[in-house]
C-alpha cells in the first residue's frame, strides 16, 4: 500500500515538473521589458546642475563633495570625462576683500560649511554694509547653522533698513506743518473779511 502511494506522489511531482519546466524556458528566453530611459533633456539638465555643484564645492575646498556629484553625473552620462580641476585643492584665500562682486561671493561660499563662510560674509558686510542680499544670505545660514546671535543682529538690521525705508521723512512732516499754517492764516483772513463785511 506504501508502495502504491509512493508512485502516486512521484507520478504527480513528475506531472508537475513537465508543466512547469517550459514556462521556465519561456520567460528566461522572452526578451526583458524595455528599460525606460531619462529624456535627453532631463539627463542633460541633471548634469549640467550636478557638474556645477561639483565645481562649487571644489572652489570651496570641500573635494570630497566634489567628486560624490561628479560621481553622481557620471553615472548619469557615462561619457564624460574627469575634468582636471576635480583633484586640485582651490587657490587660498589670502585676502577675504579681494572678492569685488557679491555673486562671486555667494557662489564661492555657497559650498562652504559656515564656519569657512562667516568670516567672509562678514568682510563683506564691513566694506557694504547696505548690501541687502548678503545681509539676508547671512541671516539664512546662520539661522540654519544655530548661530542665534548672527541670526538676530541680521534680522534687526534688516528690520532697521524697512523701518527707515518706510518711514515718513521729516521734511513732510515740516512743510504739511507750514501749508497746514498757510490755510489756517488764508481761512482766517477770508473769515475777518466776511465778518467785517457784512458789518458794513
Same mark, same amino acid.
Given at each position: ?10 507520478i504527480?511531482i ?19 521589458a ?12 541633471r548634469v ?46 589670502r585676502n ?9 561671493? /555667494? ?8 564656519? &569657512?563662510? !562667516?568670516p =567672509? @560674509?562678514?568682510?563683506? +558686510?564691513?566694506? %557694504? ?5 548678503v ?24 528690520? /532697521?533698513s ?7 521723512? &521729516?521734511? !513732510?512732516? =515740516? @512743510?504739511?506743518?507750514? +501749508?497746514?499754517? %498757510? ?7 477770508i473769515y ?9
Amino acid at each position: 500500500m506504501k508502495i502504491f502511494y509512493y508512485i502516486i506522489i512521484n507520478i504527480i511531482i513528475c506531472i508537475a515538473m513537465a508543466a512547469v519546466t517550459p514556462v521556465l524556458a519561456a520567460l528566461q528566453n522572452s526578451p526583458s521589458a524595455p528599460r525606460q530611459t531619462m529624456p535627453d533633456s532631463v539627463r542633460e539638465a541633471r548634469v549640467r546642475n550636478l557638474f556645477q555643484r561639483a565645481k562649487n564645492a571644489q572652489m570651496a575646498g570641500n573635494l570630497a563633495e566634489a567628486k560624490r556629484l561628479w560621481s553622481q553625473a557620471k553615472s548619469i552620462d557615462p561619457s564624460l570625462v574627469p575634468p582636471v580641476w576635480l583633484d586640485r585643492s582651490p587657490a587660498p584665500i589670502r585676502n577675504p576683500s579681494e572678492f569685488n562682486s557679491s555673486k562671486v561671493l /555667494l557662489r564661492r561660499t555657497a559650498s562652504m560649511t559656515y564656519d &569657512l563662510a !562667516k568670516p =567672509l @560674509l562678514e568682510d563683506w +558686510l564691513r566694506r %557694504f554694509p547696505t548690501d541687502e542680499t548678503v545681509r539676508t544670505y547671512y541671516l539664512t545660514r546662520a539661522e540654519a547653522a544655530g548661530d542665534l546671535i548672527q541670526a538676530r543682529r541680521h534680522r534687526a538690521v534688516l528690520h /532697521l533698513s524697512e523701518q527707515t525705508e518706510t518711514a515718513t521723512p &521729516l521734511w !513732510k512732516y =515740516l @512743510l504739511l506743518t507750514i +501749508l497746514g499754517l %498757510f490755510l489756517g492764516w488764508q481761512g482766517r483772513a477770508i473769515y475777518l473779511d466776511l465778518v467785517l463785511g457784512r458789518k458794513s
